[in-house]
């Protein structure tokens, strides 16, 4: 396929020089359905990117339109802050019902805001409130956001260093397998902790991602996410799971973090909450930790009756039973299947592949490559991403009502892609 770049728009003459996704992607795209993206020249391109993770159920998803048009054609309330809507008692009445009794969760939950950092910025704020102490423990490679207290808790140095000022109140620890096997887990916080000599003051909570989708798909084994949990315990922090992108059945459960078979003290949950891609966010704890004053955390758009709406209607859809989660993970080997041919075609480019469920990461030795491929991708008709500290894994991120032909029309465009860039 032949793209022709816009030529000079609206775009580079008004828009600000922030803008990144647009410079990748060379296009001006006009309509979305399911798994394929369409630009105004007629170009279609398949998705494997889903809005970042925001697009779980495609683009422009029929049941969750549906439920949307008949909302908005009856003058449903569009905005009402944290007022009790009927929308949002069928999202909350769901919730619970599909989500948190099936898995004995006990979770409150509080809208914080629009957006992913609004819920990890909720978490943190709480866990200082309940524990009384500043310190939050976050890990290498981590990423919980762009606002101040998410960027305090983030790894990547070039986010951070757009905040412009200093970033305190937030200790890395090494991810699982940051060391490649030869420390033991959690060896140095352990002693850290113990040790009253270390510097180290005693942490409020420690924030985690089960995977770290921006920094470059590290899958996190569930027994190194049960013996954190363990150590949370016995060393009085609360533990917060960030499934914002991993969450909403991107991994296969509901929560990322099922698996392993732990019950965090917070959750923070966006992007795909919503169903449809508008905004949404969750901040989950348990009830001894519902310890705020009424107003004390608030936000104008922390109720957003449109995204009550096509977040039940997903729950109602998608999470009935567990058939779901089961057509994630038989998705999740195709891919694997597909990434592992082509490592093993391109062992000389010391390429690996490494995910879980609907989220995979391609990398390869030389770290420019990825890039490359991304691009060779784009031109010829697939959407993916890059991912880690220097942009050098491959992330793969379709819809997870993406069809077997399209997963397959997908990997086999990707392989191509790797071919005619190695």
């Not at 909450?273 to 519902?290: A, N, W």
Request: aromatic share 10%; charged share 25%.
């Amino acid at each position: 396929m032949t793209i022709t770049p816009p030529a000079l728009s609206v775009f580079e003459t008004l828009e600000s020089e922030v803008r990144s996704y647009c410079r990748s992607w060379p296009a001006v795209f006009d309509r979305a359905q399911g798994s394929y993206m369409y630009d105004e020249d007629g170009h279609t391109y398949l998705d494997f990117f889903s809005g970042a993770g925001a697009l779980n159920y495609g683009h422009n998803n029929p049941v969750l339109k549906r439920a949307l048009i008949d909302y908005i054609a009856r003058d449903g309330v569009t905005h009402g802050l944290d007022m009790g809507t009927t929308a949002k008692r069928a999202f909350l009445e769901s919730f619970q019902n599909k989500i948190l009794r099936p898995r004995d969760l006990p979770y409150k939950v509080m809208f914080p805001g629009p957006t992913g950092t609004n819920a990890v910025e909720a978490a943190l704020k709480l866990a200082r409130k309940v524990k009384g102490r500043e310190s939050i423990v976050s890990f290498t490679n981590a990423f919980h956001g762009m606002s101040l207290g998410s960027l305090a808790v983030t790894g990547n140095a070039f986010k951070r260093a757009g905040a412009g000022i200093p970033l305190v109140h937030g200790t890395p620890m090494p991810f699982d397998n940051y060391f490649d096997g030869r420390v033991p887990d959690f060896l140095w916080f352990e002693r850290l902790l113990e040790d009253q000599g270390s510097g180290l003051n005693q942490p409020a909570a420690v924030i985690v991602e089960t995977v770290q989708g921006e920094g470059g798909i590290n899958v996190a084994r569930p027994e190194w996410l049960r013996a954190l949990a363990d150590l949370c315990k016995r060393r009085d922090m609360l533990l917060i799971v960030d499934d914002i992108q991993m969450g909403c059945g991107r991994t296969g459960g509901f929560f990322s973090f099922e698996e392993a078979g732990i019950t965090p003290d917070i959750v923070t949950l966006s992007k795909s909450i919503g169903g449809y891609g508008m905004p949404m966010s969750l901040t989950l704890f348990k009830p001894e930790l519902d310890v705020w004053e009424p107003g004390e955390h608030n936000g104008t758009f922390r109720g957003n009756n449109p995204s009550f709406v096509t977040a039940a209607a997903a729950l109602d859809t998608y999470w009935a039973d567990g058939q779901t989660e089961k057509q994630t993970l038989a998705r999740g080997e195709q891919v694997e299947q597909a990434l592992r041919a082509i490592c093993e075609e391109h062992v000389r480019l010391g390429a690996e592949y490494r995910g879980r469920g609907l989220v995979w990461g391609l990398e390869f030795t030389d770290k420019s490559r990825a890039s490359a491929v991304a691009r060779r991708a784009f031109e010829l008709g697939l959407l993916i991403e890059t991912s880690g500290p220097e942009s050098e894994v491959i992330k793969l991120l379709p819809a997870l009502t993406v069809t077997p032909e399209e997963l397959d029309e997908g990997l086999r465009t990707l392989a191509r892609a790797v071919n005619e860039t190695a």
